[in-house]
């Protein structure tokens, strides 16, 4: 890995982080949701600092050079974050439908009720 390389990487790291910590600071990003970007600026982190880390697990894997190792783990580690992400979004969209639902269900039983109520008063009279 080119020291140039590493200079980046640490200089994106540390950007990260400190977008991080201002998001959270300004509420904009919730302390959950900003660990999995610290953690994974922190490994990035690692491997520009022992670069031979990096280098071993890229020989390992039979990849010819490390930067195409890192490219290759940053593109599968987001797609696990997608994924993750997807997972929650249809959490999410299901208890929307429920509470939609319910909420349909209790207006339409008050529809009826107050229906109900109407026409006996009209039968009263």
């Excluded at 491997?47 to 890229?58: H, L, Q, S």
């Excluded at 490219?71 to 987001?78: E, Y």
Aim: aromatic share 12%.
């Amino acid at each position: 890995m080119s020291p140039l390389f590493r200079v980046i990487i640490i200089l994106v790291c540390l950007g990260t982080s400190l977008f991080l910590h201002r998001s959270i600071k300004k509420a904009k990003m919730r302390i959950e949701e900003s660990i999995f970007w610290l953690l994974f600026s922190i490994l990035l982190l690692v491997f520009a600092i022992f670069p031979f880390v990096p280098d071993f697990m890229a020989r390992s894997l039979g990849i010819y050079s490390t930067p195409n190792f890192l490219f290759l783990l940053v593109i599968f580690i987001l797609l696990l974050r997608l994924f993750h992400t997807h997972v929650e979004l249809g959490k999410l969209e299901e208890k929307v439908n429920r509470i939609v639902q319910d909420m349909a269900l209790k207006e339409r039983k008050e529809r009826e009720r107050e229906k109900h109520l109407e026409t006996e008063q009209e039968d009263s009279q």
